[in-house]
């Protein structure tokens, strides 16, 4: 069974500090994805990384940055934490969608709120 | 680019009743269709997905409908059961053989014993 762990499962942040959601795979997926869940709004895309060192603007970049300097590692950073990026952010990992039975695997996901 | 739109944010289903789910999309060039779950505190688990070159889909009380002239997919339970009460999500490629996926803003599912 893919693996995917996010470091924490709830964090409590300042204003303007910068924060660190980590995220590590364990089946060696070349994809690997942050979203942001909010109430009405779905999951948007914020990042996406097919390859180490690699990575693609998703829908919500804008005061968001991303690491992958391994495979199974994914990093989502928040330069100054703003109240607007309170949401539950949710890494994920996959094959590359050359097939439709390419599915997402999700972690759990990181409930942040920003204060 | 692909969207997906759930127009219903929430259905109500009384346990043994057949559940209905709606997704529409905007580009007819897609590859595949995904459906996806989601506990509260958990994240989406994949459910079941569709081609481009189907109409149906099935796996055990999961069914999901395409309907292409409509541009227009539904997921179908039956019977529905108290562990279906979840957020579902249907999601496809933003484009035709992308990487990413776009996913819709979810139906919340709730059971009624």
């Known amino acids: 069974d893919v693996k995917v762990t996010q470091s924490s499962r709830y964090l409590v942040k300042r204003t303007g500090e910068k924060v660190f959601l980590e995220c590590v795979q364990d089946?060696?997926?070349?994809?690997m994805f942050w979203y942001r869940q909010d109430p009405g709004l779905g999951l948007r895309l914020i990042y996406f990384s097919y390859d180490v060192k690699m990575k693609e603007k998703g829908d919500i970049p804008e005061g968001y940055s991303v690491s992958r300097e391994k495979k199974e590692r994914f990093s989502l950073i928040l330069e100054s934490a703003s109240t607007n990026q309170t949401s539950m952010y949710l890494c994920?990992?996959?094959?590359?969608?050359?097939?439709?039975?390419?599915?997402?695997?999700f972690g759990n996901g990181t409930r942040l709120t920003v204060t | 680019d692909q969207q997906v739109k759930q127009n219903s944010p929430s259905l109500s289903v009384q346990e043994g009743r057949i559940s209905i789910l709606n997704c529409d999309y905007t580009?007819?060039?897609?590859?595949?269709f995904l459906w996806y779950k989601k506990y509260p505190a958990e994240g989406p688990t994949f459910l079941i997905s569709?081609?481009?070159?189907?109409d149906k889909n099935e796996d055990g009380r999961f069914t999901v409908f395409l309907n292409k002239s409509a541009k227009h997919l539904s997921l179908h339970i039956v019977p529905s059961q108290p562990g279906d009460s979840a957020v579902y999500f249907c999601a496809g490629p933003v484009f035709q053989g992308a990487q990413k996926l776009v996913f819709g803003q979810g139906t919340r599912l709730t059971i009624n014993p």
């Open positions: 994920a990992s996959s094959l590359p969608q050359r097939r439709y039975n390419s599915p997402l695997h």
């Open positions: 580009n007819s060039m897609f590859d595949y």
């Open positions: 569709i081609s481009s070159i189907k």
């Open positions: 089946m060696d997926h070349e994809n």
